[in-house]
Antibody
Framework: QVQLQESGPGLVKPSQTLSLTCTVS??????????WSWLRQHSIKGLEWIGY???????YFNPSLKSRLTISGDTSKNQFSLKLNSVTAADTALYYC??????????????WGQGTLVTVSS | QAVLTQPPSVSAAPGQKVTITCSGS????????VSWYQQLPGTAPKLLIY???KRPSGIPDRFSGSKSGTSGTLVITGLLTGDEADYYC???????????FGGGTKVTVL
C-alpha cells in the first residue's frame, strides 16, 4: 500500500519561504509512470495543482506558480520537497502531496497524503 | 474561479440517485480523461473514478462515471448517509499545461 505523509512548519511569515517535505512508503519516487505531486486546497473548497517531480528529478510546475516554486527529490530517503518563496496570505492553504499516475490512459491522483495546514501570517 | 464547472450542491434521500456534472472545454475535458474524487469531512480527497469511467479496487459500483464531449458526469445510486461529502472532478488542460479540478459539489443525503 502506497502511503504519503507531509511534514513541515504550520506557520510561515509573509515574504518568507514555505517548505514542506513528503515522505513516501510503499513505492519509490524513482519509479516510472508516476509523478510525485504537490497540491493545495484553500479554505473555500478549490483544489489547486502545484507541480510534480518525476523520473530522475525532472519537474513540471503550474504556470501560475512557476516563478516561486522549487520541487526537489531525495531518492535515498524516498522523499520529495516543495519550496514556495515570497509567500502571502493567499498561500494559506491545506497542502497535500499525492501520486499522479499515467499508467493507464488518463492522468489522475491515486494516492494522497493526509494534508498539512500552512498559515501565512506575521 | 475553477475552469471546470460543477454545481455547488446536490441532494437526495437515502436510496435515491444523484448526478453531478463537470463542464469544461475542448482544451481540457474535450481532449483528456476525467477523474472524480470524494472528500469526506476532514479527510484528503480519495480517487473514485479514473479514465472517465473506471473504478479503483474497493470502490462500489454505486459510483459510475461517464464523459460526453466537454462534460463529465458522476452518478451515485443507492445513496447512503456515508456518501455525504464533497466531490471533485479533475482532468488535464492542454492549453494551460496544468492539472485542473472543478470547484467541488457538496452531496447532502436528506
Amino acid at each position: 500500500q502506497v502511503q504519503l505523509q507531509e511534514s513541515g512548519p504550520g506557520l510561515v511569515k509573509p515574504s518568507q519561504t514555505l517548505s514542506l517535505t513528503c515522505t513516501v512508503s510503499g513505492d519509490s519516487i524513482s519509479s516510472g509512470g508516476y509523478f510525485w505531486s504537490w497540491l493545495r486546497q484553500h479554505s473555500i473548497k478549490g483544489l489547486e495543482w502545484i507541480g510534480y517531480i518525476y523520473h530522475r528529478g525532472n519537474t513540471y510546475f503550474n504556470p501560475s506558480l512557476k516563478s516561486r516554486l522549487t520541487i526537489s527529490g531525495d531518492t535515498s530517503k524516498n522523499q520529495f520537497s516543495l519550496k514556495l518563496n515570497s509567500v502571502t496570505a493567499a498561500d494559506t492553504a491545506l497542502y497535500y502531496c499525492a501520486r499522479m499516475t499515467t499508467v493507464t490512459e488518463g492522468l489522475y491522483f491515486d494516492y494522497w497524503g493526509q494534508g498539512t495546514l500552512v498559515t501565512v501570517s506575521s | 474561479q475553477a475552469v471546470l464547472t460543477q454545481p455547488p450542491s446536490v441532494s437526495a434521500a437515502p436510496g435515491q440517485k444523484v448526478t453531478i456534472t463537470c463542464s469544461g472545454s475542448s482544451s481540457n475535458i474535450g481532449n483528456n480523461y476525467v477523474s472524480w474524487y470524494q472528500q469526506l469531512p476532514g479527510t484528503a480527497p480519495k480517487l473514485l473514478i479514473y479514465d472517465n469511467n473506471k473504478r479503483p479496487s474497493g470502490i462500489p459500483d454505486r459510483f459510475s462515471g461517464s464523459k460526453s464531449g466537454t462534460s463529465g458526469t458522476l452518478v451515485i445510486t443507492g445513496l447512503l448517509t456515508g456518501d455525504e461529502a464533497d466531490y471533485y472532478c479533475g482532468t488535464w488542460d492542454s492549453s494551460l499545461s496544468a492539472a485542473l479540478f472543478g470547484g467541488g459539489t457538496k452531496v447532502t443525503v436528506l
